[in-house]
């Protein structure tokens, strides 16, 4: 799936609700299990963005955006955020939606945090010293 981060209690929740305390998993129930773990991780950020948009217009700036991010535990580097709204949004000052929030995120996850720019020249340093090409 590709989270970095696992929310244990989500965990519990899931095995508990839709796994019946089954130690294994066969393909359905592990699509089962992928498919409500996105659903209660969608639901943390919506609540969370929820909580930040304090007048309720559903857009947040590019400043309480950083600030949400630090409070869910990211600290983009210098000019990240900058990049990455510019990137989803087209500009650097852009508002931001829930569905560009989402987008973010995954940005951020994709790339851990680097900028198109930065994460293309890791790509191309890896590849330089990767002897086998693998």
Same mark, same amino acid.
């Given at each position: 799936l590709?989270?970095?981060? %696992?929310?244990?209690?989500?965990?519990e929740?899931?095995?508990? +609700?839709? =796994?019946?305390?089954r130690?294994?998993?066969? /393909? $359905?129930d592990?699509f $089962?299990?992928?498919?409500?773990?996105? &659903?209660?991780? *969608?639901d +943390?950020l919506r +609540? /969370?963005?929820a909580?930040?948009d304090?007048?309720?217009?559903?857009l =947040?700036? &590019?400043?309480? =955006?950083t600030? *949400? *991010?630090r /409070?869910?535990?990211?600290?983009?580097?210098?000019?990240?955020?900058? $990049?990455?709204?510019f990137e989803?949004?087209?500009? /650097?000052?852009?508002? %931001?939606?829930?569905?560009?929030? %989402?987008a %973010?995120h995954t940005?951020l996850?994709e790339?851990?945090?680097?900028?198109?720019k +930065?994460?293309?020249? *890791?790509?191309?340093?890896? &590849?330089?010293?990767d002897?086998d090409?693998?």
């Amino acid at each position: 799936l590709g989270h970095q981060s %696992v929310d244990v209690s989500f965990l519990e929740t899931i095995v508990a +609700q839709n =796994l019946c305390g089954r130690s294994f998993l066969d /393909r $359905e129930d592990f699509f $089962e299990f992928a498919s409500a773990y996105d &659903a209660m991780r *969608l639901d +943390q950020l919506r +609540q /969370r963005f929820a909580e930040t948009d304090t007048d309720g217009s559903g857009l =947040l700036s &590019a400043d309480e =955006l950083t600030a *949400l *991010l630090r /409070r869910m535990g990211i600290t983009p580097g210098t000019g990240i955020v900058p $990049e990455i709204l510019f990137e989803v949004c087209g500009s /650097r000052t852009a508002e %931001v939606s829930f569905d560009d929030h %989402v987008a %973010v995120h995954t940005i951020l996850h994709e790339r851990s945090g680097f900028t198109v720019k +930065q994460y293309s020249r *890791l790509q191309a340093v890896f &590849a330089h010293h990767d002897a086998d090409g693998d």
